[in-house]
């Protein structure tokens, strides 16, 4: 069953912007962290960004800090990722994930092997 469902992906040149979006059908949407993957040809799936699911705590991996912007709306059941300055090495296929009660924190340090439920995922593509 489709739980989670990203959309915003596509093709933008290096140094534009691009806002992915999560919609999710969970029953107690505002219960979970979530949180943005990515997994480009070749490589793991590797974590981006995550909230909490209660306080909008936030973390990011090193590379993107700055640039990147993770949000949540639970009112509408919408996780957000706003992505600026992208850069070529920032493509891969974007995957928003839930956890039950998780922090932003705890989703980051325990990875993939953490994730609850997993959205089909969106291709974003960045050329240089």
């Known amino acids: 069953q489709v739980f989670l469902t990203e959309s915003g992906g596509g093709l933008v040149q290096a140094g534009g912007s691009l806002r992915l979006s999560c919609s999710g059908s969970?029953?107690?949407?505002?219960?979970?962290?979530l949180g943005w993957f990515r997994q480009a040809p070749g490589k793991e799936r590797e974590f981006v960004a995550s909230?909490?699911?209660?306080?909008?705590?936030?973390e990011y991996i090193d590379s993107v800090k700055g640039r990147f912007i993770i949000s949540r709306d639970d009112a509408e059941k919408t996780l957000y990722l706003q992505m600026d300055s992208l850069k070529p090495e920032d493509t891969a296929v974007y995957y928003c994930a839930a956890k039950m009660f998780s922090t932003a924190q705890a989703m980051g340090r325990v990875g993939v092997d953490g994730v609850d439920y997993w959205g089909a995922g969106t291709l974003v593509n960045v050329s240089s």
């Open positions: 969970l029953r107690a949407f505002d219960r979970y962290g």
């Open positions: 909230i909490n699911w209660a306080g909008g705590d936030t």
